[in-house]
């Protein structure tokens, strides 16, 4: 194994299942991820031997089917997906994120009728926060659900749907309009059920269709609108309203630590690309590795690569504790971001007019290195959480 994102301390189960992801991308993703990713393809075939390697139901409890493994054991995981093709990694995420949210505040009925579908993936589960004029402001949420005799009626337009079309479970946040004093207070996340596709989808719900992107091809996001939806009580994210806000931001934790992951993947296949190729060109007569200027760059890119892995091991291992961990999850975050696109820009650099080809790989690594930027939160949002909980800590005595 190379020596770059190698994670000490780890089981033999831990291992093993690193092994097979890593033969499974090095043999089923790699191959075809430019071709497929070129094209705008959903990538049917490698979610399909996904499913089969139980990738879907990995942090999912035995009990329910799935194989119980940690947030760290996941993370690896998505972070040699990653290094295949990101997309994909995309795929599995807002699923893990709906999956580990019943898991911790699912009622013992919601996880018994969800999980085991999702553990086979024959449910998969899309998270919907984001709204069209919305972004990190979670608090100026639009989409409304109204009490009714049988339940709630939900009405509103929600944004940025990772698996808006193949989902068939939505995590969904919305205002239901408690009376609270603390507009958090008022956020409920309902368990929404549609069919998979685009157009109308479900009673009251429509999925107009892929929005285009410069990057993070592949799979389907989507917008998603509510016109009257109604929904029964017992579709609320364990049991009781109100508590939308903190179910959402535990997800959105795990979520930093895995766009944190799947930055590192990036980052790692750039320079293995960059490294390569360096030692095959050549200017003046030797190798570009051997000029310093390239062997220099080489040395800060490997440097990066490591860094951001380690924080991102570490902010896992966090949550896999039981501890909070907020700013470990946000500075692996905006670390692993911002590092994928300077190791990014310098392989681009190495390749020269090469790079700029799209039969180069680093051509479509350097645009889906742009999308860590701004998954999951900016950098800019990062520090602010980072910056808040530091003066915190550190308060100033008087």
């Given at each position: 194994?190379?020596?770059?994102?190698?994670?000490?301390?780890?089981?033999?189960?831990?291992?093993?299942?690193?092994?097979?992801?890593?033969?499974?991308?090095?043999?089923?993703?790699?191959?075809?991820?430019?071709?497929l990713e070129h094209a705008d393809e959903y990538p049917q075939e490698i979610v399909d031997g996904l499913k089969e390697l139980g990738i879907f139901g990995i942090t999912i409890p035995e009990e329910y089917g799935g194989l119980g493994e940690s947030l760290l054991t996941y993370a690896l995981v998505v972070e040699e997906i990653a290094r295949g093709w990101m997309s994909v990694s995309g795929v599995i995420n807002t699923h893990f994120i709906v999956a580990y949210m019943l898991m911790n505040h699912g009622t013992d009925e919601q996880k018994q009728k969800y999980l085991p579908k999702m553990a086979t993936g024959e449910v998969?589960?899309?998270?919907?926060?984001?709204?069209?004029?919305?972004?990190?402001?979670?608090?100026?949420?639009?989409?409304?659900?109204?009490?009714?005799?049988?339940?709630?009626?939900?009405?509103?337009?929600?944004?940025?749907?990772?698996?808006?079309?193949?989902?068939?479970?939505?995590?969904?946040?919305?205002?239901?309009?408690?009376?609270?004093?603390?507009?958090?207070?008022?956020?409920?996340?309902?368990?929404?059920?549609?069919?998979?596709?685009?157009?109308?989808?479900?009673?009251?719900?429509?999925?107009?269709?892929?929005?285009?992107?410069?990057?993070?091809?592949?799979?389907?996001?989507?917008?998603?609108?509510?016109?009257?939806?109604?929904?029964?009580?017992?579709?609320?994210?364990?049991?009781?309203?109100?508590?939308?806000?903190?179910?959402?931001?535990?997800?959105?934790?795990?979520?930093?630590?895995?766009?944190?992951?799947?930055?590192?993947?990036?980052?790692?296949?750039?320079?293995?690309?960059?490294?390569?190729?360096?030692?095959?060109?050549?200017?003046?007569?030797?190798?570009?590795?051997?000029?310093?200027?390239?062997?220099?760059?080489?040395?800060?890119?490997?440097?990066?690569?490591?860094?951001?892995?380690?924080?991102?091991?570490?902010?896992?291992?966090?949550?896999?504790?039981?501890?909070?961990?907020?700013?470990?999850?946000?500075?692996?975050?905006?670390?692993?971001?911002?590092?994928?696109?300077?190791?990014?820009?310098?392989?681009?650099?190495?390749?020269?007019?090469?790079?700029?080809?799209?039969?180069?790989?680093?051509?479509?690594?350097?645009?889906?290195?742009?999308?860590?930027?701004?998954?999951?939160?900016?950098?800019?949002?990062?520090?602010?959480?980072?910056?808040?909980?530091?003066?915190?800590?550190?308060?100033?005595?008087?």
């Amino acid at each position: 194994m190379a020596r770059l994102c190698s994670t000490e301390g780890l089981t033999d189960i831990q291992e093993e299942i690193l092994r097979v992801v890593r033969q499974f991308v090095e043999a089923k993703i790699m191959p075809v991820a430019t071709e497929l990713e070129h094209a705008d393809e959903y990538p049917q075939e490698i979610v399909d031997g996904l499913k089969e390697l139980g990738i879907f139901g990995i942090t999912i409890p035995e009990e329910y089917g799935g194989l119980g493994e940690s947030l760290l054991t996941y993370a690896l995981v998505v972070e040699e997906i990653a290094r295949g093709w990101m997309s994909v990694s995309g795929v599995i995420n807002t699923h893990f994120i709906v999956a580990y949210m019943l898991m911790n505040h699912g009622t013992d009925e919601q996880k018994q009728k969800y999980l085991p579908k999702m553990a086979t993936g024959e449910v998969r589960g899309a998270f919907s926060m984001s709204e069209p004029g919305l972004g990190s402001d979670v608090s100026a949420i639009k989409t409304k659900a109204k009490r009714t005799d049988e339940g709630y009626e939900i009405t509103g337009q929600k944004m940025w749907l990772t698996n808006g079309g193949s989902s068939t479970l939505i995590a969904l946040l919305v205002d239901s309009e408690e009376g609270a004093d603390s507009v958090y207070k008022n956020m409920t996340t309902f368990l929404v059920e549609k069919e998979p596709g685009f157009g109308e989808v479900g009673q009251g719900i429509t999925i107009p269709g892929k929005i285009e992107k410069m990057g993070y091809k592949g799979v389907d996001t989507t917008e998603a609108i509510f016109e009257g939806h109604r929904i029964s009580a017992e579709q609320i994210l364990g049991g009781e309203p109100g508590k939308g806000f903190y179910q959402m931001m535990d997800g959105v934790e795990v979520g930093r630590v895995n766009v944190a992951a799947r930055a590192c993947g990036i980052s790692n296949r750039a320079f293995e690309l960059g490294i390569a190729y360096s030692q095959q060109r050549e200017t003046f007569g030797k190798p570009i590795a051997q000029h310093q200027a390239i062997l220099f760059r080489l040395a800060e890119m490997a440097t990066k690569v490591e860094t951001a892995h380690a924080l991102m091991v570490k902010a896992a291992r966090l949550k896999d504790r039981g501890e909070r961990n907020d700013v470990e999850a946000g500075m692996a975050k905006m670390v692993a971001a911002e590092y994928c696109n300077e190791v990014v820009q310098d392989s681009f650099r190495i390749h020269g007019g090469y790079g700029y080809s799209k039969e180069y790989e680093i051509e479509r690594l350097y645009r889906e290195a742009a999308f860590m930027l701004i998954g999951e939160g900016t950098s800019d949002v990062q520090k602010m959480i980072i910056g808040r909980s530091l003066l915190k800590e550190y308060a100033a005595k008087r």
